[in-house]
């Protein structure tokens, strides 16, 4: 078949210690509907073997093992860097694909172009129970899933505009990551996606959630909810804050996002995370002067402004029930519903 009606894919699966869930990944990639693709596993320095166990029962895939756990961002940068296809899958090890899903992800890039895509994801282990349709990018640098723990009822049928693709498995194509940039290695790991579809944005490259794409996803298998885990999320929520906003933008919305701060610090102390929160504000604080120059970086290439982007961005978050009880998301995010619209009139303002 021409290279044009069947384009080469790039399948990039970045292990860390991920065991039979890897296994099960590439045995239903390479079930897919699909023949032209190329499956590169990247290995963090996994002591579990399961990336060699891979090798031997799929010897078509390209192993590169990295001396040291690189993170998230720049492990798949390295996998990116030895992709030799048109089209770009990042695609987690904790998945297993539907039959169809690389050829609904390309008629979609057909359909709308330039962008980044994500799939439907569909929890793993919980039959027809959503994970996101979607992710979606608030005021004060939050990013949550669209749906995120309710039953699969097909509610979307149409390709739609969403905030960014989640890094579950995300598709795009060389010619994209070349205009937007890699990862951002500093980010290590968590908001990764985030910042990502934020800079594309930036640059006035679209993101999108393609319903009939489907992927099944185990969700994190390494971190959970732990202390780490939220001292990534709290770090480079405060990172995106300061690299993606204009200094005059930051500073309208500054009386509004103090409040929520004080919000989120009542909130890690409840969940009894306070020393992540802490260990996040002192890491930004260390790493102020890499800041700025990411800001000036981004500023300088940065298209459409802040104000336009802003328009879209939601009011209210979605926060899962395994992090805070039904009552105080409701309270959390009926304050934060008010304090983000009263951010945007002031900066939307003359």
């Not at 492990?75 to 987690?92: D, H, K, M, Q, T």
């Not at 790991?189 to 992927?215: E, K, M």
């Not at 402004?305 to 939601?314: A, G, N, Q, R, V």
Request: with cysteine; net charge positive.
């Amino acid at each position: 078949m021409d290279k044009l009606f069947n384009p080469k894919v790039s399948i990039i699966i970045l292990n860390y210690n991920a065991g039979e869930l890897l296994l099960n990944c590439l045995e239903s990639v390479f079930r897919t509907a699909y023949d032209n693709i190329e499956v590169i596993v990247v290995d963090n320095a996994s002591k579990d073997q399961s990336h060699k166990k891979c090798k031997e029962k799929f010897d078509k895939i390209k192993l590169i093992e990295n001396k040291q756990n690189l993170g998230y961002c720049e492990g798949n940068n390295v996998g990116i860097r030895e992709a030799s296809g048109e089209f770009i899958v990042i695609l987690n090890p904790d998945t297993t694909v539907d039959h169809n899903w690389i050829i609904e992800l390309i008629s979609a890039y057909r359909k709308h172009g330039e962008g980044l895509y994500q799939p439907k994801i569909i929890s793993l282990y919980e039959e027809n129970i959503l994970q996101s349709t979607g992710n979606m990018i608030h005021l004060f640098g939050f990013g949550f899933a669209r749906d995120k723990g309710i039953p699969d009822i097909h509610q979307q049928k149409e390709i739609e505009r969403i905030g960014y693709a989640s890094g579950t498995c995300l598709f795009t194509s060389q010619q994209v990551i070349k205009k937007i940039g890699l990862f951002d290695s500093f980010l290590f790991l968590y908001h990764d996606d985030l910042d990502l579809g934020w800079r594309a944005a930036q640059l006035g490259i679209r993101s999108y959630y393609v319903p009939l794409a489907t992927i099944y996803h185990a969700e994190s298998y390494s971190l959970k909810w732990s202390s780490k885990k939220f001292f990534w999320l709290e770090r480079n929520r405060r990172y995106c804050l300061l690299t993606h906003y204009s200094r005059n933008t930051y500073k309208k919305m500054l009386p509004y996002l103090r409040q929520t701060e004080l919000m989120v610090w009542i909130f890690y102390i409840s969940k009894g995370f306070l020393g992540a929160k802490i260990r996040a504000e002192l890491d930004i604080i260390k790493n102020k002067q890499y800041i700025v120059e990411k800001y000036q970086e981004l500023e300088a290439k940065k298209i459409i402004p802040d104000t336009e982007l802003i328009k879209s961005f939601p009011d209210e978050i979605f926060i899962p029930k395994n992090v805070s009880d039904g009552f105080g998301s409701r309270i959390f995010n009926s304050l934060l519903v008010i304090l983000s619209q009263k951010a945007k009139n002031k900066i939307l303002s003359k």
